[in-house]
């Protein structure tokens, strides 16, 4: 008996730092809703740090200061990489907050603000340079004429709302090798998340390999928000949207 306690004890100690080792190596990875910085927010304590709305500036709370971040716009695949500025604290249902500059250079759509978020480790030395220019980059002059160019870009875009409007909405939740295992998390939601509109609730298996819990489809972040943080409430940390084509 005593032999058993102590191989099982050596088990554990001698797999725990690998398990960690592997943790650090993997870079993050998430899918979510960016936060549009504005001082307003700033001065009503709603974010707990100061960015400048006039330079290319990224916050995420998970990632250290200085980090490499690649920010993908799914619906154009407009790209930029950055460096985290700092871990500002801001409402957790957002996954990252970034200020107006970056926003614009990557299209982003203001009712359905998605981003995929890449955390960068490899090829540093060419990103580093490329992520300096933007963080260095100049403030935007703010007597800039207004042109007829400038004027058919915000027609254009208020035409692509439109449209993105129209796209349906979903959490994925979790992700499950077992059909068993996704509908067994599926019933445990339905008896312990409170108030949490169940008709959404769904399992999709996309393969043989993998079955989804899915949430959905919202018309807008407003009314996805709600349930999200339900999930959050009940003990799911990481949870991705995506969008229906």
């Known amino acids: ?3 058993r306690i102590i191989f099982i004890l050596f088990f554990a100690l001698s797999c725990s730092p690998q398990f960690s080792t592997i943790n650090q190596k993997k870079p993050y990875s998430t899918k979510g809703i960016a936060y549009v910085y504005n001082d307003f927010d700033f001065i009503n304590k709603i974010i707990k740090g100061r960015m400048s709305n006039d ?5 995420l709370q998970n990632l250290r200061t200085g980090a490499l971040i690649k920010i993908i716009n799914p619906e154009n695949n407009e790209t930029i990489v950055l460096k985290n500025i700092k871990r500002i604290k801001f409402p957790d249902f957002y ?3 970034i200020t107006k500059p970056v926003a614009e250079k990557l299209n982003l759509d203001p009712n359905l603000p998605l981003l995929e978020i ?4 490899k ?3 060419f990103v580093a340079e490329k992520a300096k220019i933007y963080n260095e980059e100049k403030k935007t002059p703010s007597k800039a004429p207004i042109t007829s160019v400038k004027i058919s870009n915000i027609s254009v875009d208020k035409s692509k709302s439109l449209k993105k409007n129209t796209k349906k909405i979903f959490i994925l939740v979790a992700s499950f090798y077992s059909y068993d295992t996704a509908k067994f998390l599926e019933q445990r939601i339905i ?5 949490l509109d169940i008709k959404k609730l769904k399992i999709k298996k996309i393969n043989n390999k993998e ?3 899915i949430l959905g489809p919202y018309s807008s972040v407003n009314l996805l928000k709600n349930d999200y943080i339900k999930l959050q409430n009940f003990g799911f940390e990481e949870l991705n949207i995506f969008i229906n084509e």
């Open 55 to 59: 330079k290319m500036q990224i916050s």
């Open 191 to 195: 008896k312990e998340v409170t108030n």
């Open 1 to 3: 008996m005593k032999f």
């Open 118 to 121: 890449i955390e960068v480790k």
């Open 95 to 97: 996954k990252i907050l």
């Open 211 to 213: 079955t989804q819990v």
């Open 123 to 125: 090829n540093k030395s």
